[in-house]
């Protein structure tokens, strides 16, 4: 048992450690909110401009939903956690936290090593289709309904006709002439070092609240202190 002026001592020390977990618990809890409101907006908005063919898909939104919902959970277990002074609530938190680290780097890894899959996410880069507008050519949705709208370029104000959009000589005239593909690949190499800089940043946030937790349940377990 430590003595009273030692537990006195520490007090500040673990009110600190509290006011920036809690602040950190928050931080992470606004991410997955915005994972959800993302992942819940491409579902509803992005889903057929995801697609080449009609027999292809995306699960990315579900994953977003999935691991925003996630986060949400645990970003308000931390803050219970942490409000409580419970060391063994800290230390499944600290669990979590490196469990996202360690799932960041396996998507960072396999990001790379499927980079080419991320065609199918290029619906901002002013581009159309895989190689070229005439890659909607044999797909379901081309017999259907022509190249989608979100190909249109400047020229057309991004609201081509029905007529335009299933022909494709009259398509040649109104929609982005780069394939996405190509576009990807040149914007990717040109912001790699942005990339690598914000990957690094995303997982050195998730250390700090690694340290933050283990710390107080360290501080917490040591000195014999209880939320009252």
């Not at 419970?86 to 996202?100: I, R, T």
Request: charged share 10%.
């Amino acid at each position: 048992m430590s003595p009273p002026s030692a537990r006195l001592q520490t007090k500040p020390v673990i009110t600190c450690l509290k006011t920036f977990l809690i602040s950190y618990s928050l931080i992470f809890w606004l991410t997955g909110v915005i994972l959800l409101a993302v992942g819940v907006w491409g579902k509803v908005n992005l889903e057929f401009n995801l697609l080449l063919n009609s027999d292809k898909g995306t699960n990315v939104p579900y994953v977003l939903i999935g691991t925003g919902a996630i986060i949400i959970i645990f970003g308000l277990f931390g803050c219970f956690a942490t409000c409580r002074g419970s060391p063994w609530m800290l230390k499944l938190y600290a669990m979590f936290l490196m469990l996202v680290f360690l799932a960041e780097l396996v998507a960072g890894i396999s990001g790379f090593i499927f980079r080419h899959e991320v065609i199918h996410f290029c619906f901002f880069l002013q581009c159309c289709g895989e190689n070229n507008y005439t890659s909607w050519t044999n797909t379901e949705y081309f017999k259907n309904k022509g190249i989608p709208k979100s190909c249109c370029n400047m020229t057309a104000g991004g609201n081509c006709t029905s007529e335009e959009l299933k022909d494709l000589n009259k398509a040649a005239l109104v929609v982005y002439q780069r394939g996405c593909f190509s576009l990807m690949t040149t914007t990717l190499e040109a912001n790699l070092g942005i990339i690598a800089g914000i990957s690094f940043g995303i997982a050195f946030f998730q250390l700090i609240g690694i340290f933050l937790a283990c710390c107080l349940s360290r501080y917490i377990t040591n000195n014999q202190y209880e939320m009252v």
